[in-house]
């Protein structure tokens, strides 16, 4: 008698288990796209750099707490006014400055701002470059750690001329020299 | 006259001397060797794949990646699927795409499920594209191409039946016994895991594995396919693809977008940035191996040292007969540092004659189970310098003895001493 109650009580838990399961299974089957969680690091942004002939780009992305200073969203007008500025500054790409002989010139930008999940605002802007001589680009320089208090470093893939080859930059060492 | 009598000096002592030499061949031999490894391993690594702007694998690290794809080193973390495959190399900034389907194996060597756009576009070393030392590339199911070790280790020619096993274990029990390859080609050795490699068309990677079932054969027995069905056949997942980009410019923008695909999670990388990477995390061993054997060297030189100081009592005579005889002092220390030059040019020169010769012993063997050409000369635009340095630090060490000897009093070792 009660070896068959546990068996019946076996045999309803296993029921819900493979109903449980298949429901499940359904879930997965039906979702066709997935969310992207993107390593959002406070301190750190990453950055590429392509240059090809005389064309270049230049891309940064971030989360927003790097540049703005805080991650709530502004409330105050002294806040609203940082985020506006510190914004600015990033668009017009005053924070880097690319070796004077090059003779290059900002010739587009994007700008996008990704809210991610509790607040996590990413900050992505990239910018199309035109130089006169590419050869004579040794170096970027960028000042976006004084600009930017909140950013520690930042991790640097960059492809010149098809060579790639990646760099970490910081307040101390804020210049890229560009090996080629 | 220093030259003859330093060479006799030396020839007396013999058995201390060639101790001597030994330990410092043997150290020089190492500092020489690692050098030369990690220079060639970075160069072998490097000329690997050349011309590729992006892999492209399932969601995992970027070394990882880069390892299976190309280094055919490790497993793929996942599977991607054909049809996005399709939908990628279809981007209007993609100029080329060569897809690869990685599992299975042919008596260790493994076998990359590809198309001819693989034959086509693949560059290696300085933008060299492949090339074919015997027939041409698969066109249909159930045949093969080797590469150049391939076909050398398991003396295959063309038109020989080959059997492949699932797996990428060097024995494997689960053979794809029913479905014999014909190889049809045979490529020129590349000094690349090109020349380990057994390639074969997708469909045929789908062929063989028809009516398996969670990873092993189906029960039954197996339905023969025929012509139309062979035609047919449709790949359905890939491990992973390389991309050649139209324009360089876009590489991050498409990397960008790859990496956030929506309909599966994937990871994009740059073959030269992934090995930056991989370097940038050897150096600390690099410095560290480096490191040891500057310490061995040092070692050595300083039991050098020792054995001359040792000897310098029993010499003490011989010492005071040059100086009786007319010999200066500083001929003296001309007399035991031109010793430890030669000791030290002597052990170099032995040192790279056994490196030399356990490079060109081991070089067939690196390439075969690792991949990885060596050349076997162990000569750098630095490494004159280095030796150079070397016999600096010889000879500043050797200083100690000479210094010694130099000031050594006639009267000491001419006294008769009870």
Same mark, same amino acid.
């Given at each position: 008698?009660?070896?068959?109650?546990?068996?019946?009580?076996?045999?309803? =838990?296993?029921? +819900? %288990?493979?109903?449980?399961?298949?429901?499940?299974?359904?879930?997965?089957? #039906?979702? !066709? $796209?997935?969310?992207?969680?993107?390593?959002?690091?406070?301190?750190?942004?990453?950055?590429?750099?392509?240059?090809?002939?005389?064309?270049?780009?230049?891309?940064?992305?971030?989360? =927003?707490?790097? +540049? %703005?200073?805080?991650?709530?969203?502004?409330?105050?007008?002294?806040?609203? #006014?940082? !985020? $506006?500025?510190?914004?600015?500054?990033?668009?017009?790409?005053?924070?880097?400055?690319?070796?004077?002989?090059?003779?290059?010139?900002?010739?587009?930008?994007?700008?996008?701002?990704?809210?991610?999940?509790?607040?996590?605002?990413?900050?992505?802007?990239?910018?199309?470059?035109?130089? #006169?001589?590419?050869?004579?680009?040794?170096?970027?320089?960028?000042?976006?750690?004084?600009?930017?208090?909140?950013?520690?470093?930042?991790?640097?893939?960059?492809?010149?001329?098809?060579?790639?080859?990646?760099?970490?930059?910081?307040?101390?060492?804020?210049?890229?020299?560009?090996?080629? | 006259?220093?030259?003859?009598?330093?060479?006799?000096?030396?020839?007396?002592?013999?058995?201390?001397?060639?101790?001597?030499?030994?330990?410092?061949?043997?150290?020089?031999?190492?500092?020489?060797?690692?050098?030369?490894?990690?220079?060639?391993?970075?160069?072998?690594?490097?000329?690997?794949?050349?011309?590729?702007?992006?892999?492209?694998?399932?969601?995992?690290?970027?070394?990882?990646?880069?390892?299976?794809?190309?280094?055919?080193?490790?497993?793929?973390?996942?599977?991607?699927?054909?049809?996005?495959?399709?939908?990628?190399?279809?981007?209007?900034?993609?100029?080329?795409?060569?897809?690869?389907?990685?599992?299975?194996?042919?008596?260790?060597?493994?076998?990359?499920?590809?198309?001819?756009?693989?034959?086509?576009?693949?560059?290696?070393?300085?933008?060299?594209?492949?090339?074919?030392?015997?027939?041409?590339?698969?066109?249909?199911?159930?045949?093969?191409?080797?590469?150049?070790?391939?076909?050398?280790?398991?003396?295959?020619?063309?038109?020989?039946?080959?059997?492949?096993?699932?797996?990428?274990?060097?024995?494997?029990?689960?053979?794809?016994?029913?479905?014999?390859?014909?190889?049809?080609?045979?490529?020129?050795?590349?000094?690349?895991?090109?020349?380990?490699?057994?390639?074969?068309?997708?469909?045929?990677?789908?062929?063989?594995?028809?009516?398996?079932?969670?990873?092993?054969?189906?029960?039954?027995?197996?339905?023969?396919?025929?012509?139309?069905?062979?035609?047919?056949?449709?790949?359905?997942?890939?491990?992973?693809?390389?991309?050649?980009?139209?324009?360089?410019?876009?590489?991050?923008?498409?990397?960008?977008?790859?990496?956030?695909?929506?309909?599966?999670?994937?990871?994009?990388?740059?073959?030269?940035?992934?090995?930056?990477?991989?370097?940038?995390?050897?150096?600390?061993?690099?410095?560290?191996?480096?490191?040891?054997?500057?310490?061995?060297?040092?070692?050595?030189?300083?039991?050098?040292?020792?054995?001359?100081?040792?000897?310098?009592?029993?010499?003490?005579?011989?010492?005071?007969?040059?100086?009786?005889?007319?010999?200066?002092?500083?001929?003296?220390?001309?007399?035991?540092?031109?010793?430890?030059?030669?000791?030290?040019?002597?052990?170099?020169?032995?040192?790279?004659?056994?490196?030399?010769?356990?490079?060109?012993?081991?070089?067939?063997?690196?390439?075969?189970?690792?991949?990885?050409?060596?050349?076997?000369?162990?000569?750098?635009?630095?490494?004159?310098?280095?030796?150079?340095?070397?016999?600096?630090?010889?000879?500043?060490?050797?200083?100690?003895?000479?210094?010694?000897?130099?000031?050594?009093?006639?009267?000491?070792?001419?006294?008769?001493?009870?």
């Amino acid at each position: 008698m009660n070896t068959n109650r546990s068996k019946k009580c076996w045999s309803g =838990a296993l029921s +819900i %288990v493979v109903m449980a399961s298949m429901m499940l299974g359904a879930g997965l089957a #039906q979702a !066709q $796209q997935h969310n992207e969680h993107g390593a959002h690091q406070h301190g750190k942004a990453s950055l590429t750099f392509v240059l090809d002939g005389n064309e270049a780009e230049l891309v940064l992305t971030t989360a =927003a707490a790097n +540049i %703005v200073g805080f991650e709530h969203k502004a409330s105050t007008d002294a806040e609203k #006014q940082q !985020q $506006q500025q510190q914004l600015e500054m990033l668009k017009s790409g005053s924070w880097f400055a690319l070796a004077e002989a090059a003779n290059c010139s900002i010739s587009g930008h994007n700008f996008r701002e990704e809210q991610g999940e509790a607040n996590h605002a990413d900050l992505y802007v990239d910018f199309q470059i035109l130089c #006169q001589a590419p050869l004579k680009l040794s170096d970027i320089s960028f000042s976006l750690f004084s600009q930017s208090p909140a950013l520690e470093s930042i991790d640097v893939q960059y492809l010149v001329n098809g060579e790639a080859a990646v760099a970490e930059l910081s307040a101390k060492n804020a210049v890229l020299k560009l090996i080629r | 006259m220093l030259l003859k009598l330093a060479r006799q000096s030396l020839w007396h002592r013999r058995g201390t001397v060639l101790m001597t030499l030994l330990s410092l061949t043997i150290s020089i031999a190492l500092l020489l060797g690692i050098d030369h490894l990690r220079l060639e391993a970075k160069r072998s690594f490097t000329s690997t794949v050349s011309g590729t702007d992006l892999i492209v694998g399932a969601r995992s690290g970027q070394l990882n990646l880069l390892l299976y794809s190309v280094f055919r080193l490790g497993n793929a973390t996942n599977n991607i699927s054909y049809q996005h495959y399709q939908q990628l190399s279809s981007h209007p900034q993609v100029a080329w795409a060569i897809p690869m389907a990685l599992g299975d194996s042919h008596r260790g060597f493994r076998v990359i499920g590809t198309n001819g756009d693989y034959f086509r576009y693949f560059r290696y070393g300085q933008q060299q594209s492949l090339s074919f030392a015997k027939g041409e590339a698969f066109s249909t199911v159930y045949q093969v191409v080797l590469g150049a070790t391939v076909a050398e280790k398991l003396g295959y020619q063309l038109g020989d039946q080959i059997i492949l096993s699932h797996g990428v274990g060097a024995v494997s029990f689960t053979q794809h016994k029913d479905q014999p390859f014909a190889v049809v080609g045979i490529l020129a050795a590349t000094g690349t895991p090109v020349d380990q490699s057994v390639h074969v068309s997708l469909e045929s990677i789908e062929a063989i594995h028809l009516g398996w079932q969670g990873g092993a054969p189906g029960f039954g027995k197996k339905p023969k396919l025929n012509d139309t069905q062979l035609q047919q056949l449709e790949p359905k997942v890939l491990t992973a693809f390389m991309l050649g980009l139209k324009s360089k410019v876009a590489t991050f923008a498409i990397q960008r977008q790859i990496n956030e695909f929506k309909a599966e999670p994937l990871t994009a990388i740059l073959p030269g940035a992934a090995l930056a990477e991989l370097w940038q995390m050897l150096a600390m061993v690099e410095n560290m191996l480096l490191l040891v054997t500057l310490l061995v060297l040092i070692a050595a030189l300083i039991g050098m040292v020792t054995t001359l100081l040792a000897a310098m009592k029993e010499r003490q005579r011989e010492m005071a007969i040059l100086r009786a005889v007319g010999a200066r002092p500083w001929q003296l220390f001309c007399l035991i540092q031109l010793e430890v030059f030669c000791i030290s040019l002597a052990s170099i020169g032995s040192a790279l004659l056994l490196l030399c010769g356990s490079l060109a012993v081991l070089q067939p063997l690196l390439s075969s189970s690792y991949g990885l050409v060596i050349s076997w000369l162990p000569w750098h635009g630095h490494t004159a310098a280095l030796l150079a340095a070397l016999l600096a630090l010889a000879l500043l060490l050797g200083a100690i003895p000479s210094y010694l000897t130099y000031r050594q009093s006639l009267a000491q070792g001419l006294t008769v001493r009870l």
